[in-house]
């Protein structure tokens, strides 16, 4: 028994041997052995080794200076990388005979070797990036959607979030945002665009045609949508490819760029997952835009929140006005509904806020003694107008209306709007500084001679009858107008009946054929689109419409170069001061204000803007 286990151990240990002479890569050679004998075998199987590796790796260093350095460095890295190998594994069997052979094993590590190159990036660190701008809305927001809600503040607001195809430049001149080129066919019936690469909504989806388009139909098939002039020419809008799309009308149409760039920076491209599934009159609940700024929250009745949409990708060219490159600076910009006015403004004194929309007209000669806050008058203001009742002679005859006009001295009632920073005397109908703006006609502007006067009324059809002329006390922009003219109207031999009354009462009264004589109002200046529709209403209650003048609009619609559009916006401008259908006085103008501290608001586009803006204290 001793003898037959000692025997066993010996097989055992031979067999041990030849194994330990397999692994270390020993001699092939054949042995055969009929015996019971615990032997090893190799079983093949795959593990994991460390592999080195040589990557690119990219590093970001921050130096402040004002260019990128790009270095180029070659340096290896390692890397542990998995790969299959062999491994020995022992395993206890019984044969009766088996054959036992040595194979060479060999052990291999594979090493990989990449050649990569590092490249350290200077990122140009910009003191203007950062901050938390808090603004003053002028009024309450009703919504983000301003699609489906009108209003200027809703539309501003909005138009940080979502972008626009086009924006204004400086002197209110359409310019392309998101879209990168366009073209118009020869006919005038049909235009193409396209728009830029590389941008993206805020949830990652990239900007395509079909977002444009499904924004656009929400628009025009909206009930509530403004863009008649559009829409009543239009056959259809249709993506080309994935970044181009046609608008195709039925008649020549030239107004299309200017109607789709706004002083209120609208209207929006919205993702083409919601405007498609969404009526225009429906509002949006998900306000997902391609803006440079983010929606972070709104809080109805109390603020927006907004945060700089780091993946936005400006435009190439330097900013102007509301186009160019948007650059977003602050952090977080945050919009405020604060009901009473004066509130606002002490918010502002006191540092609590930075920004005020359209602050109180009675708290400028204060405010802008304050040496920490900068006043922004809007450039194109509001237009007080003299109204002279085309139904209701003797004022349907031009030669009394240019009587009325001949005599008034508009420096005297334009004076009547405060401190001269905030009215100027200005007879270009379309606008002073605008892209309309031009001298023809002006001889007949501002003329205030009275002897003028009174040979004009002479020669008209004035019969002695009293002229009722309208004074509206409770409106402190309207007043104004009738009641410093009032005496220079009876000196060229009107019969005046000066009526003192209130607004409510002015404006049923205007509906009336021969409810009034003359009244005053006002309008904004400045409407890129003014020359499409002026004096063409025979509805309004001023008839101040005639045959040329809309003789004239039909031809600015038709229009497709700019020149053709100037050169019609100047003859109207000629002929309104040969029929003088109302008397365009001069421009008022409302007021932002801020802190000093913020920077690079371009306070000649009129709405706030808080791209290319930033705080530095």
Not at 221 to 248: A, C, I
């Amino acid at each position: 028994m001793r003898q037959k286990r000692f025997m066993f151990l010996a097989a055992s240990l031979m067999a041990a041997v030849v194994a330990g002479a397999v692994a270390c890569g020993g001699e092939t050679k054949t042995v055969e052995v009929i015996k019971e004998v615990t032997v090893e075998k190799i079983i093949r199987e795959e593990v994991p080794v460390e592999v080195i590796k040589e990557v690119t790796v990219e590093k970001i260093v921050e130096r402040p200076v004002e260019r990128v350095v790009t270095q180029v460095v070659e340096k290896p890295v390692e890397v542990i990388k998995e790969v299959p190998v062999e491994r020995i594994v022992t395993e206890r069997v019984e044969v009766v005979k088996e054959v036992i052979k040595e194979v060479p094993v060999e052990r291999v590590v594979i090493r990989t070797i990449e050649k990569t190159v590092p490249v350290e990036v200077e990122k140009i660190i910009d003191g203007r990036f950062g901050g938390h701008l808090k603004v003053v809305a002028e009024a309450s927001i009703a919504s983000l959607d301003s699609i489906s809600t009108s209003g200027g503040v809703n539309q501003t607001i909005a138009g940080h979030i979502y972008d626009q195809l086009f924006n204004l430049g400086e002197g209110f001149v359409p310019l392309p945002q998101m879209v990168s080129a366009w073209t118009v066919s020869d006919d005038g019936k049909s235009y193409t665009m396209t728009l830029r690469d590389g941008m993206t909504f805020h949830d990652g989806a990239a900007v395509t045609s079909a977002d444009a388009v499904a924004s656009l139909n929400r628009l025009l098939n909206s009930p509530r949508g403004s863009l008649k002039q559009v829409t009543d020419r239009l056959t259809s809008v249709e993506v080309v490819d994935g970044m181009s799309f046609k608008w195709t009308f039925h008649t020549p149409y030239g107004l299309l760029v200017e109607n789709l760039a706004t002083m209120n920076l609208w209207p929006p491209v919205q993702p083409g997952r919601l405007a498609s599934v969404t009526p225009g009159n429906e509002v949006l609940t998900d306000f997902t835009g391609s803006g440079p700024f983010k929606l972070v929250k709104w809080d109805p009745g109390a603020s927006v929140r907004m945060e700089r949409f780091e993946q936005y990708v400006p435009r190439a060219e330097r900013a102007d006005g509301h186009a160019g490159g948007k650059k977003a600076f602050v952090d977080i910009l945050d919009w405020l509904e604060v009901a009473d006015t004066g509130t606002r403004v002490v918010l502002l004194e006191a540092g609590q806020v930075d920004f005020v929309q359209t602050a109180p007209q009675d708290d400028f000669n204060r405010l802008k003694e304050n040496r920490d806050l900068q006043i922004y008058p809007h450039p194109l203001g509001r237009t007080p107008l003299l109204i002279m009742n085309g139904h209701n002679p003797p004022f349907d005859d031009p030669l009394a209306r240019r009587a009325v006009a001949a005599a008034l001295d508009t420096e005297e009632i334009m004076a009547a709007y405060g401190p001269p920073e905030l009215w100027r005397t200005c007879g270009v109908i379309w606008g002073c500084d605008t892209r309309y703006h031009t001298t023809a006609g002006l001889e007949n502007y501002n003329q205030k001679d009275i002897e003028l006067g009174k040979s004009l009324l002479a020669q008209s059809s004035y019969d002695g009858r009293v002229i009722d002329v309208m004074v509206p006390v409770d409106q402190s922009t309207i007043a104004p107008i009738t009641q410093i003219a009032a005496p220079r109207l009876k000196a060229i031999g009107l019969n005046t009946n000066v009526i003192i009354t209130d607004w409510a009462t002015v404006a049923q009264r205007r509906n009336l054929d021969d409810g009034y004589h003359i009244m005053g109002t006002w309008g904004t200046s400045g409407q890129p689109l003014g020359p499409a529709g002026a004096f063409t209403n025979p509805g309004h209650y001023c008839k101040c419409d005639s045959d040329g003048q809309r003789a004239l609009s039909d031809e600015f619609i038709l229009a497709t170069t700019p020149e053709e559009k100037f050169r019609i916006a100047e003859e109207k401008q000629i002929l309104y001061y040969q029929e003088m259908p109302w008397y365009y006085l001069g421009e008022f103008f409302s007021y932002h204000v801020s802190s000093k501290r913020l920077r690079g608001y371009p306070g000649s586009m009129g709405e706030p803007a808080f791209w290319n803006v930033w705080i530095e204290d």
